[in-house]
């Protein structure tokens, strides 16, 4: 992967946060995405939030997958801790590194396709284990990289840039993870950063399993379907001299939604979703209530957006096992190796 820099350059004026940092210390190398693109904006809105959390970089760990989405990594807290894992996998690698070193705060990005699909069950054992991380789902319904095909998440309705009808049902990350014990569910729109801003910063500092799932459009795969200039047409009908590709600038699909509001957002085919902010005393302690309003919001054609779910006295994977205090990255090898003696002891336990 190539990784373009950003300029060092940065106007003194700046404002800084309580350890002196400024936004841009907390940026990494320069998109490679397609201009228009939802994940950046998530990009933007992390950088925000773990600016505004005043965490050090260095106490980070951000991991991901494959796919467009675990692309974006790169692009925030460069001087944080990395990890791109196979694809599917980021939560199993998010596990052993978590009991490895619980002192880290780990933020792992995947993609609808990364997450529901080839990573579903690696997925659903991070969310049983309950993980102390920010898992940040964004999800754009397609296979961005692999040109398009539908996701597990895409609605039932839905048209590929083929003309294609998605009739399969979708796997709603949401329900999913509610339905497995999650500790701490939130949805928004990479266009609404005035909203996901805080629910990053209330996910990062939940002492759990964070599941945020984001809705971030893809620009590349909405372009209309018949379309002599649509890039379907062009491919079939071009003679190539060169295998290349462009990706047309779109503009970034912004709004916000005030507190128990609906509003229609036009995406860059020119479809709509109806994005609804949870209203004012709806109880996010409540699984069975969430789990319902969220089915009423889908069945009416809404997404539900918001802090949906938290359960306040959740424990995490480490204190669930029991694990010491100190990481174990930090014991020295005789007391993580303490002799083949001690291992018969402990052997004969389980005879």
């Given at each position: 992967?190539?990784?373009?820099?950003?300029?060092?350059?940065?106007?003194?004026?700046?404002?800084?946060?309580?350890?002196?940092?400024?936004?841009?210390?907390?940026?990494?190398?320069?998109?490679?995405?397609?201009?228009?693109?939802?994940?950046?904006?998530?990009?933007?809105?992390?950088?925000?939030?773990?600016?505004?959390?005043d965490l050090p970089p260095h106490r980070v760990a951000?991991?991901?997958?494959?796919?467009?989405?675990?692309?974006?990594?790169?692009?925030?807290?460069?001087?944080?801790?990395?990890?791109?894992?196979?694809?599917?996998?980021?939560?199993?690698?998010?596990?052993?590194?978590?009991?490895?070193?619980?002192?880290?705060?780990?933020?792992?990005?995947?993609?609808?396709?990364?997450?529901?699909?080839?990573?579903?069950?690696?997925?659903?054992?991070?969310?049983?284990?309950?993980?102390?991380?920010?898992?940040?789902?964004?999800?754009?319904?397609?296979?961005?990289?692999?040109?398009?095909?539908?996701?597990?998440?895409?609605?039932?309705?839905?048209?590929?840039?083929?003309?294609?009808?998605?009739?399969?049902?979708?796997?709603?990350?949401?329900?999913?993870?509610?339905?497995?014990?999650?500790?701490?569910?939130?949805?928004?729109?990479?266009?609404?950063?005035?909203?996901?801003?805080?629910?990053?910063?209330?996910?990062?500092?939940?002492?759990?399993?964070?599941?945020?799932?984001?809705?971030?459009?893809?620009?590349?795969?909405?372009?209309?379907?018949?379309?002599?200039?649509?890039?379907?047409?062009?491919?079939?009908?071009?003679?190539?001299?060169?295998?290349?590709?462009?990706?047309?600038?779109?503009?970034?699909?912004?709004?916000?939604?005030?507190?128990?509001?609906?509003?229609?957002?036009?995406?860059?085919?020119?479809?709509?979703?109806?994005?609804?902010?949870?209203?004012?005393?709806?109880?996010?302690?409540?699984?069975?209530?969430?789990?319902?309003?969220?089915?009423?919001?889908?069945?009416?054609?809404?997404?539900?957006?918001?802090?949906?779910?938290?359960?306040?006295?959740?424990?995490?994977?480490?204190?669930?096992?029991?694990?010491?205090?100190?990481?174990?990255?930090?014991?020295?090898?005789?007391?993580?190796?303490?002799?083949?003696?001690?291992?018969?002891?402990?052997?004969?336990?389980?005879?």
């Amino acid at each position: 992967m190539t990784y373009i820099l950003k300029p060092k350059v940065r106007h003194p004026g700046l404002p800084t946060n309580a350890l002196g940092l400024t936004a841009r210390d907390y940026e990494g190398a320069m998109s490679t995405l397609c201009a228009g693109c939802g994940h950046d904006s998530v990009t933007a809105a992390v950088i925000q939030a773990v600016f505004e959390l005043d965490l050090p970089p260095h106490r980070v760990a951000k991991l991901s997958g494959i796919g467009c989405s675990s692309k974006t990594p790169t692009y925030f807290l460069g001087q944080a801790h990395g990890f791109n894992a196979v694809h599917g996998r980021m939560p199993a690698i998010a596990a052993g590194a978590s009991a490895a070193n619980r002192d880290l705060i780990y933020l792992g990005v995947s993609g609808d396709g990364d997450s529901l699909s080839i990573g579903l069950g690696h997925l659903c054992h991070a969310i049983r284990r309950n993980v102390r991380m920010l898992y940040l789902i964004e999800n754009n319904g397609v296979y961005g990289l692999t040109k398009g095909q539908f996701s597990a998440s895409a609605d039932v309705g839905t048209r590929s840039k083929r003309g294609e009808e998605n009739r399969q049902e979708p796997i709603d990350p949401i329900h999913l993870a509610l339905t497995l014990g999650v500790s701490f569910a939130a949805r928004g729109f990479s266009g609404d950063k005035v909203h996901l801003v805080p629910i990053l910063k209330a996910a990062l500092q939940h002492d759990g399993f964070a599941l945020v799932d984001v809705i971030s459009p893809c620009v590349a795969f909405n372009d209309h379907v018949g379309s002599t200039k649509s890039y379907l047409h062009t491919r079939e009908h071009a003679q190539l001299a060169v295998l290349a590709d462009f990706i047309p600038p779109a503009a970034e699909i912004t709004a916000s939604v005030e507190p128990g509001g609906v509003r229609s957002v036009t995406m860059h085919d020119g479809s709509t979703i109806q994005f609804r902010q949870v209203p004012d005393g709806y109880d996010p302690t409540n699984r069975e209530s969430v789990e319902n309003y969220v089915r009423e919001r889908q069945r009416a054609g809404e997404v539900a957006m918001g802090l949906l779910y938290v359960e306040p006295g959740s424990v995490e994977m480490n204190e669930n096992l029991g694990t010491v205090d100190r990481p174990l990255c930090e014991l020295p090898y005789e007391e993580l190796c303490p002799g083949s003696a001690r291992l018969e002891e402990i052997q004969l336990q389980y005879r």
